[in-house]
């Protein structure tokens, strides 16, 4: 615990989230980043409340670094205005604000009441390694179009997880490209959801139901030891191992009335190593398990265009996205 209690303390606070990071084996940026936000957040405890303390911890068999900074001010009365880019009601503050502050770490929690003080915790994620999972993606815009009306998502959290996405719009162009976006925007920001929940949030965000009839998606989250499957619409899904060659199945929805909120997760374990897996988007023939699979002993990246190569329907908008999982995350 570094107690906040004089403007030197925040350098000092700076300083040990910079040594553990790189003890852990962060990146240089990841650390510069971390450091940064807490040197932000630490100042505004000073400047705002009078002081506070820096707690640092770590988790997940030291994949995750965990700062909190705690003060007992009179707490942030408008946390919304205080979260805008580029507020803040001391003109020598750093600059950086809680809003950067936030996209400067993997998770940011802000948790403040009027009279008793704020408490912000900030996580940082270390990465997977290649020798543990490799990933591969191929997407690509049909040759009519300018934009690809695909998306796709590959987050990385609390150091043992992943999550998995593609998205696929039926219809075409920039708005269909900005929808799909919207879409995999909305998937980053709620990424530790329940998948049942996390879809029915992306389908509320859309207002119009012609646009929501449009859109397909895949969710693979990852454990350890199991996987979490749920799709909805004409993207598909793949699981393969020594033992398993599986299409993971998609709920049909053809309307937005047809309720989201009866949609079943599929549950699977993860059995053997390597095992991997394949999201596609409808721009790719739902043939893959028709055909031998080489999926040993070549990278990710090489069994995407591979897939993509024997698979891709011409003139239509393609995602291949695959993942090989090494080790036990």
């Not at 009335?257 to 394949?278: D, R």
Request: charged share 20%; hydrophobic share 40%; glycine share 6%.
């Amino acid at each position: 615990m570094i107690s906040i209690v004089k403007e030197s303390d925040i350098a000092l606070a700076r300083q040990q989230v910079f040594q553990i990071a790189n003890a852990l084996g962060f990146e240089q940026l990841a650390v510069n980043e971390l450091a940064l936000a807490v040197s932000e957040i630490a100042q505004n405890a000073f400047r705002h409340a009078g002081g506070g303390v820096v707690l640092i911890a770590t988790h997940n068999n030291n994949r995750v670094i965990e700062v909190q900074v705690i003060d007992r001010g009179m707490g942030i009365e408008n946390i919304e205005l205080a979260m805008r880019e580029g507020y803040s009601t001391i003109q020598s503050s750093l600059g950086v604000g809680l809003e950067a502050a936030k996209r400067l770490v993997d998770k940011f929690d802000i948790n403040s009441k009027k009279g008793v003080g704020t408490t912000i915790k900030m996580e940082k994620y270390l990465p997977f390694t290649t020798d543990v999972l490799e990933y591969g993606v191929v997407s690509l815009s049909s040759q009519l179009y300018q934009y690809n009306s695909d998306a796709y998502l590959v987050k990385e959290y609390i150091g043992n997880s992943l999550l998995l996405a593609v998205i696929n719009n039926e219809n075409k162009g920039y708005d269909a490209y900005l929808i799909s976006n919207h879409i995999k925007k909305i998937i980053s920001e709620h990424y530790d959801q329940p998948l049942d929940l996390l879809i029915q949030v992306c389908y509320q965000s859309l207002k119009n139901d012609i646009v929501v009839n449009g859109i397909s998606l895949s969710l693979l989250r990852i454990e350890p030891g199991t996987v979490n499957y749920l799709g909805i619409g004409d993207t598909h899904a793949y699981l393969l191992d020594k033992n398993r060659k599986i299409e993971l199945k998609n709920a049909v929805i053809k309307t937005m009335g047809q309720t989201l909120h009866k949609l079943k997760v599929q549950a699977y374990s993860i059995q053997t190593m390597p095992i991997s897996f394949v999201l596609c988007t409808n721009g790719v023939e739902k043939k893959i398990l028709n055909k031998p699979l080489i999926h040993n002993n070549i990278t990710a990246q090489q069994f995407a265009q591979n897939i993509f190569s024997q698979h891709h329907k011409l003139q239509h908008d393609a995602t291949v996205l695959t993942t090989i999982i090494k080790q036990p995350l």
